[in-house]
DNA sequence: GTTTGTGAAACGATTCACAGCT
DNA sequence: AGCTGTGAATCGTTTCACAAAC
């Protein structure tokens, strides 16, 4: 089951999203076609992308959508939770732990670290932040699989080499920087500047 | 030079960043296997990214680092300012529109908008948070060439669709929804959470 | 008749490799 | 000698099109 191109990943997430919405419309069945049309993509792209995990639908009748559901989940490894850990309690840190969406779904951020001394030892959403020299200790004390990098771009990745060190599974990095990892270490980057710069490229050539 | 594909303009937005840093440190001159090692690619796939543009370099020294970052700049659509306005006042958003890097690079937030009653008329970075329901109306008398969208998902298409009418040029969207919009709007989506799936479904997968 | 699942074809992006400047 | 610029080759992804299942 190798060799899924991230693209098609990104698609499942989205079309995990639009079964969720017609499971609770109580709809009982979906086509390829209408997947499509709620992705922006094409009934083949959808047929292709299922199936790099198997068949799972019905020929003339279509997928069953609370099937669909837990079979996507599953290939998506949603069916567990994961920990999560925090670095930078910031705006945008701030933003995010109090999002509900990420617990949803099945993300538990359980540590929250920041380096001023000014919010350490303050109270988050249930949590205390802790200081980021105290990083090594608390992470071996209770582990986590997922660091969400949410720092200025000049801490980034001495913070990324930190976790690797401590044998991180995954970064996901909110700083405009391309993080060096071993090969082992997923990273995903989020740039909302970066993304404005590629509408801005957009707009400008046409 | 049409059909630049998305993901070397990502990368232009990377080089410029380095090439940022450089010129800050006093570089001179820099060559694509300097520019690749930084980004992850390959001194390949960096000359043939600026090959769309045209020929930036000199053989056997490489690229001027000031001469370099000013193009990059005009080729981005960055040796201009962008107006954009803000959907939605809420963490998110406001965590955004403290972010002075996005002023530093052109865009700058000149609307705030939100429909809670609560928030409107509230001052924010020197701007004043508008009705959302006077939108079409304030849009109109200042325009703004980008809007990006932080409200709830069940929120976003029918603003997308407001924004549409009022002929926005291009939206930022910041919710874990497929946007359908006309072909002339450009959209960038940016979910941290979908981002979270791409990760559990690659540790999951190994 | 409808819709899936999938090889084959088409398309697009990346890597190779080398001629041509400096 | 070093490094760019770029066609050609390779690799990966998307689209096509149709046989098989319901």
Do not use: C
Not at 45 to 62: C, E, T, Y
């Amino acid at each position: 089951m190798r060799k899924v191109a991230e693209s098609t990943v990104r698609r499942l997430s989205l079309y995990l999203r639009f079964l969720e919405e017609f499971a609770a419309r109580g709809v009982a069945t979906v086509s390829s076609g209408e997947l499509a049309s709620r992705g922006g993509t094409t009934s083949a792209q959808v047929r292709k992308d299922l199936s790099f995990f198997g068949s799972f639908g019905k020929r003339g009748m279509g997928y069953a959508v609370p099937e669909m559901v837990a079979q996507l989940r599953e290939i998506l490894g949603l069916a567990r939770r994961w920990r999560v850990a925090l670095l930078g309690a910031g705006k945008i840190g701030s933003a995010l732990i109090e999002h509900r969406g990420f617990r949803e779904r099945g993300f538990d951020i359980v540590a929250v670290f920041d380096q001023d001394p000014r919010k350490i030892g303050t109270a988050w959403n249930g949590l205390t932040v802790q200081d980021e020299a105290g990083l090594e200790a608390a992470l071996r004390r209770a582990p986590v699989e997922i660091a969400i990098l949410a720092v200025p771009s000049d801490a980034a990745q001495g913070l990324a080499d930190r976790l690797t060190g401590l044998g991180i599974a995954a970064i996901l990095n909110v700083a405009p920087v391309q993080l060096v990892v071993p090969p082992h270490v997923e990273v995903r980057t989020v740039s909302l500047a970066m993304e404005l710069e590629g509408l801005s490229f957009a707009l400008t050539n046409r």
